[in-house]
């Protein structure tokens, strides 16, 4: 079965607005393994259904696609992306407790998914359990050390726990892994400022607010853009 987009998932920046926020990132999908060359007609009804869930949590039909997902589970019970991907559509309806049931329902399945981890840790994250969620992105970057975004998601919880330290080596991490994680220089620079190193940070935020600009998010720009003016006037 071919790959196909699904969502990935990081947390916001320290300086958004509202304190924790969902970004959703593209990532590809990890179809399960075909046993037979030739595909079943019940393989592409699974698949087809897949797909169209996925489709449905892009659009905002969280509902729709945990209908479709549901089904998914019922024709093959070890498909790991569709319990993860019905964990991504509860959040979005924000059901935190059975989106963290779907994503240990897919560590059962398959306890070295870097993905559910990090999805999970991210869930535990917006709840308030920073300690878990560390634990968490510490095993999806155990299982997959070239995982941008489990990088970046430690670096913000040791960001929210006071470890700056710490949170800047992940960020330099996730940033060489995806040099266009706009994020990651974002709250790389918002540390630079909180620690004294005030032009290090603003050419982070600078970077961040390029990226966020030639990518089209609009908000992020504007809200980096704030960030940046507020330095540059508390250092006049």
């Known amino acids: 079965m071919k790959p196909i987009k699904t969502s990935g998932i990081i947390l916001g920046m320290t300086l958004t607005i509202g304190g924790l926020l969902v970004l959703v990132r593209p990532t590809l999908a990890i179809p399960p393994i075909a046993q037979h060359q030739a595909v079943s007609t019940q393989e592409n009804d699974v698949q087809n259904l897949y797909e169209q869930g996925v489709n449905k949590i892009a659009l905002g039909d969280y509902q729709g696609a945990i209908s479709d997902l549901d089904r998914v589970i019922v ?101 060489k892994l995806d040099p266009n994680l706009a994020e990651a220089y974002g709250n790389r620079g918002f540390i630079q400022v909180q620690l004294g190193n005030s032009q290090e940070g603003l050419k982070d935020l600078e970077q961040a607010a390029k990226i966020f600009w030639d990518s089209g998010n609009i908000a992020g720009y504007q809200q980096t853009l704030t960030y940046i003016q507020m330095i540059q006037l508390q250092l006049n």
């Open 75 to 175: 024709l093959n019970p070890e498909y790991v992306e569709a319990y993860c991907n019905r964990g991504m559509a509860h959040i979005g309806l924000g059901n935190s407790k059975k989106a963290i049931a779907d994503f240990n329902l897919a560590l059962q399945i398959s306890p070295d998914h870097a993905d559910a981890y990090n999805r999970r840790g991210v869930t535990l994250a917006q709840q308030g359990n920073l300690n878990q969620a560390l634990a968490d992105f510490d095993q999806a970057i155990w299982f997959d050390s070239n995982f941008a975004d489990a990088y970046y998601n430690r670096g913000k919880a040791r960001t929210e726990l006071g470890n700056y330290q710490g949170a800047i080596s992940d960020y330099d991490v996730a940033i």
